[in-house]
């Protein structure tokens, strides 16, 4: 059964940082394709960040670009979303997703975890 589990949302100052985590478990980490994506209230979900089941590539909205990273580590089965000069507009829901095993598209998604960016 897969699961995955995100933490490390929380409410964070404008130009601070955050590290979301997720943990996942249920099928073979290393041969999956992994993402962040958000949802901010009203608007659609949309892709933050993606990476390679080797973390080798990734691949950032534009609005991301240069402030987030995306990482894994394999022997931990985790994902990593680390956000640094948060502004407002980062203010979300923060999801995890598998998108594909082996190639194979399987999309299954997290509960999620809120961010909030406010002073």
């Known amino acids: 059964q897969v699961q995955l589990v995100e933490s490390g949302g929380g409410l964070v100052q404008p130009g601070g940082s955050l590290r979301l985590s997720c943990t996942a478990s249920?099928?073979?980490?290393?041969?999956?394709?992994m993402s962040w994506h958000r949802q901010a209230p009203g608007k659609e979900r949309e892709l933050v960040a993606s990476?390679?089941?080797?973390?080798?590539?990734?691949n950032y909205a534009d609005s991301v670009k240069g402030r987030f990273t995306i990482s894994r580590d394999n022997a931990k089965n985790t994902v990593y979303l680390q956000m640094n000069s948060l502004k407002p507009e980062d203010t979300a829901v923060y999801y995890c997703?598998?998108?594909?095993?082996?190639?194979?598209?399987?999309?299954?998604w997290g509960q999620g975890t809120q961010v909030t960016v406010s002073s």
């Open positions: 990476t390679t089941p080797d973390g080798v590539r990734t």
């Open positions: 997703k598998l998108d594909t095993l082996l190639g194979v598209r399987r999309d299954y």
């Open positions: 249920g099928f073979t980490f290393s041969t999956a394709a």
